[in-house]
């Protein structure tokens, strides 16, 4: 994760497909992902990134079908928000505080799964 200071402006990666998903890992990503296809999800790898306590990382799923996939340390809080048929399955930390994860994903058909090694 590419982490901006006060100084510079926030970068926000967009990555876009007509048909198929997008994988996307940690080392790559900016502080916002905006990730968008028709047909097709996002698979999701950021254990190999040290995400700060305190900061946010935002990522943005837009699809009619897809949904996202998650993998994140133990300690990452993740917050899912959207609309979008499907559930969430996350059986991580709800506590306050350390390194965040924000889903917003808008889709017809697809929900958000998130893993911890």
Same mark, same amino acid.
């Given at each position: 994760m590419t982490k901006?200071?006060?100084?510079k402006p926030r970068k926000t990666d967009v990555k876009v497909s007509l048909i198929g998903g997008h994988r996307l890992e940690g080392a790559t990503l900016h502080e916002r992902t905006v990730t968008a296809?028709?047909? %097709?999800g996002a698979d999701v790898?950021?254990? /190999?990134?040290d995400v700060?306590?305190?900061?946010?990382?935002r990522i943005t799923?837009?699809?009619l079908i897809g949904g996202v996939s998650l993998k994140?340390?133990?300690?990452?809080?993740?917050?899912?928000? %959207?609309l979008r048929l499907?559930?969430?399955? /996350?059986d991580g930390p709800s506590r306050s505080g350390g390194p965040t994860v924000r889903i917003d994903a808008w889709g017809l058909v697809g929900g958000v799964t998130v893993v911890r090694p």
């Amino acid at each position: 994760m590419t982490k901006s200071n006060g100084e510079k402006p926030r970068k926000t990666d967009v990555k876009v497909s007509l048909i198929g998903g997008h994988r996307l890992e940690g080392a790559t990503l900016h502080e916002r992902t905006v990730t968008a296809s028709l047909i %097709g999800g996002a698979d999701v790898d950021l254990t /190999d990134i040290d995400v700060p306590d305190g900061a946010e990382l935002r990522i943005t799923k837009l699809s009619l079908i897809g949904g996202v996939s998650l993998k994140v340390r133990r300690d990452v809080r993740v917050e899912v928000h %959207g609309l979008r048929l499907g559930g969430v399955k /996350d059986d991580g930390p709800s506590r306050s505080g350390g390194p965040t994860v924000r889903i917003d994903a808008w889709g017809l058909v697809g929900g958000v799964t998130v893993v911890r090694p």
